[in-house]
């Protein structure tokens, strides 16, 4: 399965600018083989570089970072130890204790501290934080919304003349089942819907 390629045809181009995810891998899984072939490890080096982001592209339904929803997706399809451990630790979700793990982290740096990398990563970046806040304030009854924790969470504040406690539960339900349906994302992104109520109190 993890022998080809093809499997993984997902752009990460915003505006013509955005460095596919595809040329992204190739990238790293050349850069990776380079450093591997010194000792004796070719094939892994260029596999693993191939692996290292899968979990990008995984089902939202996943929980974690994208590193450790790949490693254990590859582990149910039977990659090697090895393998799962360097998808795993090239974000140091886990210590790397071995030669693939810090040679495909290394080659990964490499990749995002090319020429227009970081500018790249901030507009993708900021446009998904952007996406989410435009899909929950389109819903009636909400005050204003916040993506927080790199859009892995949303504040969203209602008006208390419009939306009621109870109302608050289908809220986010229906907030959740747009994002789900409009945006693609790794891992999963939690909806939690504020409705504050004041007391004013005046001692003279």
């Not at 994302?185 to 939690?190: A, E, L, M, R, W």
Request: glycine residues 8%; charged residues 30%.
């Amino acid at each position: 399965m993890f022998r080809n390629a093809d499997y993984i045809a997902h752009r990460r181009e915003k505006d013509g600018e955005i460095q596919s995810l595809v040329d992204h891998l190739d990238g790293v899984s050349t850069k990776t083989g380079e450093f591997a072939s010194k000792v004796g490890l070719k094939e892994q080096g260029e596999l693993i570089g191939l692996l290292h982001d899968i979990g990008k592209v995984i089902d939202a339904s996943a929980e974690g970072s994208h590193a450790v929803i790949g490693a254990d997706f590859a582990k149910k399809y039977g990659e090697s130890p090895d393998i799962v451990h360097a998808i795993r630790a090239h974000h140091d979700d886990e210590k790397p204790e071995s030669v693939l793990a810090h040679l495909v982290a290394a080659a990964d740096a490499l990749s995002g501290a090319r020429p227009g990398a970081r500018k790249a990563m901030m507009e993708s970046y900021v446009s998904r934080l952007t996406d989410i806040e435009e899909i929950v304030n389109s819903f009636e009854g909400v005050s204003k919304s916040y993506a927080i924790s790199g859009g892995r969470e949303v504040r969203v504040f209602v008006e208390n003349d419009r939306v009621s406690d109870e109302e608050t539960v289908l809220l986010s339900r229906d907030i959740a089942k747009k994002i789900e349906e409009e945006m693609s994302y790794p891992g999963t992104i939690k909806i939690t819907v504020l409705r504050e109520t004041k007391a004013v109190g005046i001692a003279k």
